[in-house]
């Protein structure tokens, strides 16, 4: 299958040449895309000229980490590339890892595969404790957003995805920020694609994050919170109604119920100097537990409903049945 190789570059000229030197010979094309970089990186690749698998493409303006990385899902999709993997410029991913981040997606196991620095607890330690905290977290919430509840590490950029899934993809719609890898999942998620966490080992040295944690903190909350509700709605009403759905219409007006019951009582018994009685207790309770467990169970559905056949094989099962079905009207 021929792989090509995404680099997205912005200030990292003293880092860009030994990351593509470090790329194996299983890549047959390698797009390296200058983001409007203030160091000339894209120059500074076409001068040294260090692969002949190399093409540089340039941005006349910063348009961001996901909006480098869509230039080169397209120039790599023109290209005939059937995987794409991105990797930072940075160095802070090991390119002899590519052959095992796209194993999956070679087997046809998954549509899109990325690293996953949780598996490796010794690496843990080389991490900043800021980023381990920050990706805990961001886990939680992108679990909830994207429906992929057995990922960890959405952050990380070290990520391949076949040609298959790409086309599917509303690549315009792609964030263009440091939440492209999230936002990616969550559209992912919406075409019923295959994840797969493939362990790696992060390297950190004296590199410098343009990620600032205190400007994109509110963002990525929006962007979690969007999405939640889009996947919940696209997924459970309009593409589909099951008994999830309606566990979900039961759980949420009961908690709200029983919690705004409960609390407008409470407060008019304090007011009156008044003991709640065992009617009105149960009356604010009841609601709020029965409604936890109706959403415990929306959440255990909505767990087991994790894509699980890859895009590929679901589209190559619809080919045949499509050819079974011409060939029995010809028979008739």
Not at 2 to 14: G, S
Not at 17 to 23: D, K, N, R
Not at 162 to 189: N, V, W, Y
Request: aromatic fraction near 10%.
């Amino acid at each position: 299958m021929t792989i090509a190789v995404v680099i997205p570059c912005y200030r990292v000229a003293d880092k860009v040449l030994s990351v593509i030197a470090g790329i194996g010979p299983e890549v047959q094309q390698i797009y390296v895309i200058d983001d409007a970089c203030p160091q000339g990186t894209g120059a500074l690749v076409q001068e040294r000229r260090p692969d002949p698998r190399v093409r540089v493409l340039f941005h006349e303006s910063n348009m961001g980490v996901g909006g480098a990385v869509v230039t080169g899902y397209r120039a790599a999709l023109a290209g005939g590339a059937e995987i794409v993997v991105k990797v930072d410029g940075d160095g802070q991913m090991d390119p002899a890892l590519i052959p095992e981040l796209v194993a999956p997606l070679q087997a046809g196991a998954a549509d899109y595969a990325k690293g996953n620095r949780f598996f490796d607890l010794e690496g843990l330690a080389s991490m900043p404790g800021v980023r381990l905290f920050g990706n805990a977290v961001l886990s939680f919430f992108t679990k909830a957003s994207t429906g992929y509840w057995s990922v960890m590490d959405p952050t990380n950029g070290f990520c391949a995805i076949t040609a298959t899934a790409l086309r599917l993809l509303p690549l315009h719609k792609l964030a263009r920020g440091f939440f492209f890898e999230t936002d990616l999942l969550f559209r992912l998620s919406l075409v019923r694609a295959v994840v797969a966490d493939v362990p790696i080992r992060a390297v950190y040295g004296d590199e410098e994050s343009n990620l600032r944690i205190h400007r994109v903190i509110l963002p990525f909350l929006g962007g979690h919170f969007r999405n939640f509700w889009k996947r919940i709605f696209y997924n459970y009403f309009l593409r589909g109604f099951s008994v999830a759905s309606l566990e979900l219409l039961v759980a949420l007006p009961l908690i709200l119920f029983g919690t705004l019951f409960g609390t407008v009582s409470w407060y008019r018994l304090d007011q009156a100097n008044e003991t709640a009685t065992a009617g009105t207790v149960m009356l604010a309770a009841l609601p709020i537990i029965v409604g936890v467990q109706m959403l415990l169970a929306f959440l255990n559905s909505d767990m087991q409903s994790e894509p699980t056949v890859p895009l590929g094989r679901r589209q190559g099962a619809l080919r045949q049945a499509g050819q079974a079905a011409k060939k029995l009207r010809v028979m008739s």
